[in-house]
Each structure stands twice: as C-alpha cells, then as structure tokens.
C-alpha cells in the first residue's frame, strides 16, 4: 500500500508495499536466484535476500519471466534486508558512479 506524501520523511518517492517473490541476477549469464521484494519505488526497493552475497551491481527481474528488469545499485544492508537504487541505461554508458558504485568495469557487462 502507497505511503501518504506527507509521510515520507527524507525519501522522494513513493514506497509501495509489493511482498512478491523476485529475482536476482549477480552477473549476465549468472543463474537467477530467488529474492523476495518488499517494497518499491520509482527509484529503488527493498530486498530480502537471506545471506545471499550480493554484488555491489546487479539486476532484479520483478517477473518470474523476466519481462521486467531492473538494473540495481546496493546502497545499504541490514541483516538479510538490502536497500538498492534503479540505475539508468544512460547512467551506465555514461559511466556515472551510482552511489556507493565505484567499480566501473562491473556497471559496463550490464550495459551491453
């Protein structure tokens, strides 16, 4: 369920609650694995991966299918719980280091 505007605090955008399985995908040829999204926005969510490694950039299919993709920046961890940013195509070729992404040559394989 949307947050009320006046309710967010410091976050710009809206969280929905989703509760739906998804997947995260560590690298481009890499084996999906399942993750469970907690909520979302226009500019990122929160994952529960359990004690799954995750890589600082990777993709999260919202579909079991894949028809919808995103390409994710971790941005913080608590426990099994991950906070990550929806990062743009155009921040990827342009070579724009989302925050707390330093590695460029990691963002590049996801770009192609």
Do not use: H, Q
């Not at 949307?2 to 976050?11: E, F, S, V």
């Not at 226009?42 to 993709?69: H, I, K, M, Q, Y």
Request: glycine share 10%.
């Amino acid at each position: 369920m949307a947050r009320d505007r006046k309710d967010l605090g410091a976050r710009k955008f809206v969280r929905v609650d989703l509760r739906k399985p998804g997947f995260l995908i560590p690298a481009p040829d890499a084996p999906w694995i399942e993750c469970y999204i907690l909520d979302i926005s226009e500019n990122g969510a929160c994952l529960d991966v359990g004690d799954l490694a995750v890589p600082r950039v990777f993709g999260l299919s919202l579909t079991a299918g894949g028809e919808v993709r995103r390409i994710c920046t971790l941005i913080w961890r608590r426990g099994e719980l991950v906070g990550v940013r929806f990062v743009s195509a155009r921040e990827l070729r342009n070579g724009v280091a989302p925050p707390g992404e330093p590695d460029t040559a990691s963002r590049k394989a996801y770009a192609d």
